[in-house]
């Protein structure tokens, strides 16, 4: 292979958006629909060459290829240099991207069609997919940095792309400013790996790592510094409130960048820098508490959300808690010595990549669906919604087969990658296996309160209101075929995605088909999940329950959930307006202002004003002269009479 | 010697002054043309210089010298070397731009290019003096034209602000003159190159050299400005016409820190390296204070300002972490900075413009009428916030990664950390900015503003394209810059 098809990879996506933002959108903006053939025909283009690089891949001893990396910069003896990786990680994180967001790019035409701002939409969308290629492929912290920054920008560019709505705007700021607190620890952390080491280098750091080169005190920190960068952009505890406001961007991108792709490099960064973490026990404890915390804290509140957006925004903070969860796991048994240093490195990779993998098809699917049912129903409000299962038979079914699999149920794909989870947390850390199993009950009565209420039952909206997010005016139909046959794509994927042998490629362990049924964790995790889903229809198909008493007698727990443990509350209007913006700042302001400044015009003043007293000296009368001349002569004489 | 490129350089302006002011009819045409013609021709002398430079030899290149007042020994001593050729580069570019901003100038328009033009030859002079005594002549001219431009075409309380400018200025320019007569009567030349290379730390006291060393500092700290020397600044900004915002930000700040690094630290390397902590700390109240400052304001021009002195402090940091990365970083962040503000001080200046409203609360949705301003004020904040891509980025990156590195500065690790905690607070003052002006619904009284015409189109494009190469292909300037900064880390005993 040569050389070049990496990078091109990476290319066709970004030389989509330069054509797109110089030369469509100021010269032929009359055709925007070319917007979209030329973004879908690259990053189609970039499926094919990563498709090949992962045949490349495959066939290559150790499972990676050596590529060549060129100097970007050299001071003294810092010299920084970008190339590219591409081994099994790198090409199934290349097979995720270009699938997804081709499916997404698709769909989108469908979606935005009529939107004025039809062509920006594809530019940042493919800015996004190049950037987050880029990502993927970078062979050292620098590079990965840098992309790591722009997958950002274009989150933040895509979540306020409707900027004239006070939300979608303030959404995009808020997205921005929590994940730069995470990403601060994440550049503090490859300055101070760098300080201690001399390398920016992935690879050269592994080796460092794990030949003991570090010290136990340095690898801690920095593990822990990359994993705040991590926090931040997959929307972990303390820093997920960005995540359920970014549902204010199109559908489809919440599908591919806040479901599959972006949201999930946190995963990626842990999973690139695994035998860092895994040489430290602090460090890979703390990612596995804060995965499993997260898993089941967010699934709390997407237990009680009515946005159909929000509950899958939720879900997927939940399910990148599960993947944390997978990898801190495996590496407290690297870390414990339970678990061999040579199997445990690719098994940690494998347990949470492989989740990521399949998440990626069933959510990007779930939020398809939900974009699906806003086009014909105007809303995401699932009070609005009910009964839709007869006039949208294909969104119903796709969105059915992706809640199945989610929830984990035998064969579909997330039963794979959640069993090889639970079953390594009840290996190495058996209570945060218990969170996660009350999690997966949680995760079916969500899902399938949404399917209830969105598809069963009777159709329950006014379909007058129109939220501006189509240009059409709502009516109650099964979305276009650019739109279903994705959708379509995707359910397969979703069903047959945990059969690939992604895991064993990775270097961890593979289940035989019917094996997999002879594991008691994963019948007690069915059971528990099949009971969610019972609950649920009990709650809101059957009607067996009413929700309504049983929210009263939760009264202050859904007030808990509801407004979410009032994190947002404290971060914005105390932390930031009260104790910042408008209490140590206004402090400063003030000193700023009074004191610094007043000082200076108190000196001017009180320079102007002894000028104006001095001056009366100046009289210019001879007489008075003549009196201060011969009083100082008298005094001066005076002075050598007593002294002299 | 050879062709005296730097006199030219240095003198052409000035010559374009005296042709404006000598042309036969008032024609504004006539004077905007004339200027934009000599500020062109300059930046592109510059600009062969800079293609032109030995990347390969440190100490100055394209020198000429001849003497001056023999009787002290003063000489006409001009050469770049790797410090100041990004700055001359930067400064002859923004001289261009300063020209292309004021094209709507239409009060006393012939008055106005001259000494936009004379301003432009002082501080070309300051960056290519290598003569002490012909720095500091220089480092003076341009004062004068900067009183007349803030207080004959700024706004609001324009002769006050005009004139603590002056105030400011001249009260460190007395104390750097003290510094620089001390070097004189101790080292017995004006000669800087000379000067650096003889040791002359060694051969005073400890208390002289300190005393020197902070003559001349608070001289530079002014400029720069240091906390707490800085409160001239936000009212020179915002009473300013836009082209001086952008001269003021592009190049006069930077003549502090050039100072900085071209005397005090060349001349006394052992003084900064023993104050070293106490000047990285300074420049800590820079980063954090002046970002905490700038979120109350409500001024567009004065926010710019304020976020000034905060990503000032970064060069600070750099400087006196005393490491080589770290101070080829405070040169590229004086140069980005240069960019990045004066772009948003043009940009500003376009939204005042239209707009006639510079208070943020009032401005609100104006992404909708003016997308192209909507696009390139969001480019240059999110370079303000150092964005990777960006010149920022690289910039700040190279600050932190040298700071944080330095072997020289106790303690200088969580220092560095702690700055880095200006790179949160300048997202969120930024970002906050954009929200409010650009985003959201427009309002009613902006229905009928319009975008930037294919001049202002061109000027701010031009900014943004320089701004998105050093951020690409930082290189490009600090295989300069470092050879430049190399002989003064050396002196450092490393």
Not at chain 1, 407 to 424: M, N, Q, R, T, Y
Not at chain 1, 555 to 577: C, G, M, N, Q
Not at chain 2, 275 to 284: G, I, K, N, T
Request: aromatic share 14%; with cysteine.
């Amino acid at each position: 292979m040569p050389s070049g098809v990496p990078l091109a990879i990476f290319l066709l996506p970004f030389f989509s958006f330069i054509v797109i933002s110089f030369i469509i959108r100021p010269f032929l903006n009359s055709k925007p629909q070319l917007s979209g053939y030329i973004t879908t025909a690259s990053i189609g283009t970039s499926l094919i060459l990563s498709l090949w690089v992962l045949a490349e891949v495959s066939s290559a001893p150790g499972h990676v290829l050596s590529m060549p990396d060129y100097e970007w910069l050299a001071i003294g003896d810092t010299v920084i240099r970008f190339g590219v990786t591409v081994d099994a990680l790198a090409a199934i994180m290349l097979i995720v991207v270009t699938s997804v967001s081709l499916l997404v790019q698709v769909y989108s035409q469908g979606y935005m069609h009529g939107d004025p701002g039809y062509s920006r939409y594809f530019a940042f969308m493919s800015l996004f997919t190049a950037f987050m290629l880029g990502l993927v492929l970078a062979d050292n912290l620098v590079s990965l940095y840098v992309f790591w920054e722009g997958v950002g920008l274009c989150s933040y560019l895509l979540i306020g792309f409707w900027f004239h709505r006070p939300a979608a705007a303030r959404a995009a700021t808020k997205a921005f400013l929590v994940t730069r607190i995470g990403d601060f620890g994440f550049l503090a952390a490859i300055l101070f790996l760098y300080s201690k080491t001399g390398t920016f280098d992935i690879g050269e750091l592994h080796h460092l790592a794990l030949a003991g080169a570090i010290g136990g005190t340095v690898l801690t920190w920095a593990a822990i510094g990359i994993f705040s960068g991590a926090i931040g952009k997959s929307a972990q505890f303390p820093l997920h409130t960005w995540l359920p406001d970014a549902m204010e961007g199109p559908t489809p991108v919440s599908a591919l960048i806040h479901a599959a792709t972006m949201v999930a490099a946190g995963i990626y960064l842990v999973a690139r820098m695994f035998p860092v973490f895994a040489s430290s026990l602090t460090a890979v404890t703390t990612v596995a508490a804060i995965g499993g915390f997260t898993a089941i804290f967010a699934a709390t509140m997407a237990l009680v959300m009515n946005d159909i957006k929000r509950v899958l925004a939720y879900s997927t903070i939940s399910q990148l808690g599960y993947m944390m969860l997978g990898l801190g796991v495996v590496g407290i048994g690297v870390a414990n010595d339970a678990i061999p240093l040579e199997v445990g490195l690719g098994l940690g990779v494998a347990v949470g990549i492989f989740h990521l993998f399949n998440h990626a098809f069933f959510k990007s699917l779930l939020f398809l669906g939900a974009g699906s049912v806003n086009h014909a129903t105007g809303t995401f409000d699932i009070r609005e919604m009910g009964g839709l299962r007869k006039v949208m038979p294909w969104t119903y079914i796709t969105f059915l087969i992706g809640s199945l699999s989610i929830v984990g149920i035998w064969p579909l794909a997330g039963f794979w990658s959640k069993e090889g989870i639970l079953d390594h947390a009840w290996d190495h850390q058996t209570a945060l296996f218990f969170l996660a199993m009350i999690t997966v009950f949680m995760t079916a009565f969500y899902m399938f309160r949404v399917v209830f209420l969105t598809f069963a039952g009777e159709y329950r909206g006014s379909n007058a209101g129109h939220s501006g997010a189509s240009a059409h005016a709502p009516s109650l139909r099964e979305s276009p075929l650019v739109m279903v046959a994705p959708m379509g794509i995707l359910a397969i994927l979703a069903v047959i995605s945990g059969w690939l042998p992604v895991s064993s490629f990775l270097g961890g362990e593979s289940e035989s088909f019917f094996g997999a049924l002879a594991h008691p964790i994963a019948w007690v995790s069915m059971v528990l999940a099949a009971l969610g889903i019972l609950l649920a229809y009990a709650l809101y198909s059957a009607k067996w329950l009413s929700s309504e008493s049983l929210r009263r007698r939760f009264a202050p727990l859904h007030t808990l959930f509801s407004r979410k443990y009032w994190i947002d509350e404290l971060y914005e209007r105390v932390i930031v307006v009260r104790v910042l913006v408008d209490g140590i700042f206004v402090l400063l302001n003030w000193f700023d202002t009074r004191i610094v400044d007043g000082i200076v015009n108190g000196i001017a003043g009180g320079t102007i004003v002894a000028g104006k007293g001095i001056r009366r000296l100046q009289t210019g009368q001879l007489q008075a002269y003549g009196i201060a001349i011969f009083v100082g002569v008298l005094a001066i004489v005076a002075c050598f009479l007593i002294f002299g | 010697m050879d062709f005296p490129y730097l006199s030219i350089i240095v003198f052409l302006p000035v010559i374009g002054a005296i042709l404006i002011a000598l042309l036969p009819q008032a024609d504004p045409r006539r004077i905007k043309f004339t200027a934009a013609f000599f500020t062109l021709a300059v930046f592109a002398l510059s600009l062969s210089l800079f293609f032109m430079f030995d990347t390969g030899l440190e100490g100055a290149q394209f020198v000429e010298r001849a003497s001056w007042i023999p009787a002290i020994d003063a000489q006409y001593f001009l050469g770049v070397d790797g410090l100041s050729l990004p700055m001359l580069v930067l400064a002859t570019f923004l001289g261009f731009i300063a020209v292309l901003v004021s094209w709507k100038i239409d009060l006393r328009v012939r008055e106005y290019f001259a000494w936009l033009l004379v301003l432009e030859t002082g501080v070309l002079g300051v960056f290519c003096s290598l003569d002490l005594l012909l720095f500091f002549l220089f480092w003076e001219v341009e004062i004068l034209p900067m009183f007349l431009l803030i207080s004959i075409w700024g706004t609001g309380r324009k002769e006050y602000s005009a004139m603590k400018f002056v105030i400011f200025t001249l009260a460190g320019s007395a104390m750097m003159l003290a510094g620089i007569l001390l070097l004189y009567f101790h080292g017995g030349t004006f000669d800087m190159m000379e000067l650096a290379g003889m040791g002359l730390e060694g051969a005073i006291s400890t208390l002289l050299a300190t005393a020197i060393f902070f003559l001349l500092f608070i001289g530079y700290a002014v400029k720069l400005p240091v906390f707490p020397f800085h409160t001239w600044l936000p009212d020179a900004h915002t009473d300013a016409p836009t082209a001086v915002s952008v001269i003021l930000a592009g190049i006069l700040l930077k003549m502090g820190g050039y100072g900085m690094i071209r005397v005090c630290v060349s001349i006394f390397p052992g003084v900064s390296q023993d104050y070293a902590v106490l000047l990285v700390a300074l420049a800590l109240v820079n980063i954090i204070y002046g970002a905490a400052v700038t979120f109350r304001q409500r001024d567009l021009k004065r926010l710019i300002a304020y976020s000034s002195i905060s990503h000032m402090g970064y060069v600070l940091l750099g400087i006196f972490a005393l490491s080589q990365v770290s101070m080829t970083g405070a040169i590229l962040q004086m140069f980005s900075h240069g960019l990045i503000t004066g772009l948003l001080f043009a940009l500003v200046g376009l939204v005042y413009d239209k707009t006639h409203v510079r208070d943020i609360p009032q401005l609100g949705g104006l992404a909708r009428r003016m997308p192209i301003i909507a696009v390139v004020f969001s480019v240059a904040g999110l370079a303000a916030l150092g964005l990777p891509g960006t010149s920022g980025f690289a910039a700040e990156f190279l600050v932190f990664l040298g700071s944080f590195k330095s072997t020289l500065v106790d303690g200088i690790q969580t220092y560095t950390i702690l700055g880095m905690v200006g790179i949160v607070l300048t997202a969120g003052y930024i970002l906050w900015l954009l929200q409010r002006v650009f985003y959201g619904p427009i309002k009613a009284q902006y229905d009928k503003v319009t975008d930037a015409n294919r001049l202002e189109q061109f000027t701010i494009i031009s900014m943004v394209a320089v701004i998105m190469l050093i951020g690409i292909y930082p290189a490009v300037l600090t295989d300069i810059i470092k050879v430049g900064v190399s002989p003064i880390i050396a002196s450092l005993g490393l």
